[in-house]
C-alpha cells in the first residue's frame, strides 16, 4: 500500500494488522519502516520510483494515495502505469474526495483524483474509491490561535461540513481492501453536518473555554495559509475547496461508512476529546491530515 506512514495510511495498516491480515507499507526510505506497526511488511519505493515488476506481481489488492499536490495526478499514474507494466491487474483501492465523482466540481484537489480514476477507467483496472469529506485532522492548524486568540477562522461563511476522522476512513478502507464487492464509490461523510460556528461550540463545550468563529475572506486566508508555508497551488486549492463549502457540497451526510464497518463515525465531540493534548499545546501531531 502507498501511504503508508501518513495520517489515513497509518491507521490503515493499524486496521489491517489488528485483524490479522496480510499489509506491505511503501515507504520512500528504509528509516521509514520503523514508523509502521511490528507486524507490517514494507517495501522501499516510491510512486514515480516503484517497486519492481516481480514485487507489484505479488500484491492482488493495492491500496492508492497521495498528498495533494500540484504532481499528484503525474504521480499516481506513473504508479497505475507500472503495476500494469509488470503485467499484473490487481484491484485497487483509491483514495479519493467527496466530489471527485461529481463532474461540475472545479476544486482542483477533487479534479486530481477524477483525472487518475479517468485513467484507471481507461485501462479498465478493478477499481473501489474511498470518497470522505473534510478530515476532522485539517482542524489541528487552528490549534494555536484557538489557544492564543480563542478563534477559529475560515472563509466558509454559514456552509456546513459532515467531517470525518481519518481513522475512521482508515476503517472504511481496510474493509473496502478486504471484502471480495463490486467496484464502487464508498462516500464516508460524518455522522453530521457542522457549520463552523458549530466546530467552535463543540471546541468551546469540550475545553470549557469560549472560542468564537471568524469568518475571513478568501484573500485573508489566502495570505494567512502563505505566511504558514502552503504552496500557491495548495492555498488557491484550499480556497477553491472553501468556496465549494460554502456553497453547500460538502453537508452531505452518508451511511457508507456505517453500513461497510458496521459502526458509525465518531462524533467531533470524541475526536477533540480525543486530541485533547494537540489542542492544549501538550504534544505535536506530525500526521496532519490536508486535502
Not at 499489509?23 to 507486524?39: F, H, I
Request: glycine letters at 8%; charged letters at 25%; proline letters at 6%.
Amino acid at each position: 500500500m502507498t501511504g503508508a506512514t501518513g495520517q489515513v495510511g497509518y491507521r490503515l495498516v493499524e486496521e489491517l494488522t489488528d485483524a490479522r491480515e496480510p499489509v506491505t507499507g511503501m515507504v520512500r526510505v528504509e528509516a521509514k519502516a520503523l514508523d509502521l506497526p511490528p507486524a507490517a511488511g514494507h517495501v522501499v519505493a516510491t510512486l514515480d520510483g516503484p517497486p519492481s515488476p516481480d514485487v507489484l506481481r505479488t500484491f492482488d489488492r493495492i491500496f492508492l494515495m497521495s498528498p495533494s499536490s500540484e504532481e499528484q495526478v503525474e504521480l499516481e499514474i506513473a504508479f497505475i502505469d507500472a503495476v500494469l507494466a509488470a503485467g499484473h491487474r490487481p484491484h485497487l483501492v483509491k483514495l479519493a474526495a467527496d466530489g471527485f465523482q461529481d463532474p461540475d466540481c472545479t476544486v482542483r484537489f477533487m479534479r486530481n483524483h477524477r483525472q487518475v480514476a479517468a485513467h484507471i477507467d481507461a485501462m479498465d483496472l478493478p477499481a473501489t474509491y474511498v470518497a470522505p469529506n473534510l478530515y476532522m485532522e485539517n482542524l489541528l492548524t487552528a490549534t494555536d490561535t484557538i489557544r492564543e486568540q480563542g478563534v477559529v477562522s475560515a472563509p466558509a461563511g454559514d456552509g456546513r461540513v459532515a467531517f470525518m476522522a481519518a481513522a475512521d476512513v482508515a476503517a472504511v478502507a481496510a474493509r473496502a481492501l478486504t471484502l471480495d464487492g463490486p467496484d464502487d464509490i464508498y462516500v464516508v461523510g460524518g455522522p453530521e453536518a457542522l457549520s463552523y460556528a458549530d466546530v467552535a461550540a463543540r471546541i468551546s463545550a469540550v475545553f470549557a473555554r469560549q472560542v468564537e468563529y471568524v469568518d475571513i475572506t478568501p484573500d485573508e486566508a489566502s495570505s494567512t495559509m502563505l505566511a504558514a508555508g502552503f504552496s500557491d497551488w495548495q492555498a488557491e486549492g484550499m480556497v477553491e475547496l472553501f468556496e465549494w463549502v460554502r456553497g453547500g457540497a460538502c453537508a452531505a451526510v452518508t451511511d457508507d461508512a456505517r453500513t461497510l464497518t458496521g459502526e458509525s463515525p465518531r462524533p467531533l465531540e470524541r475526536w477533540l476529546d480525543d486530541r485533547r493534548g494537540a489542542f492544549l499545546g501538550l504534544s505535536p501531531d506530525t500526521r496532519e491530515a490536508r486535502f
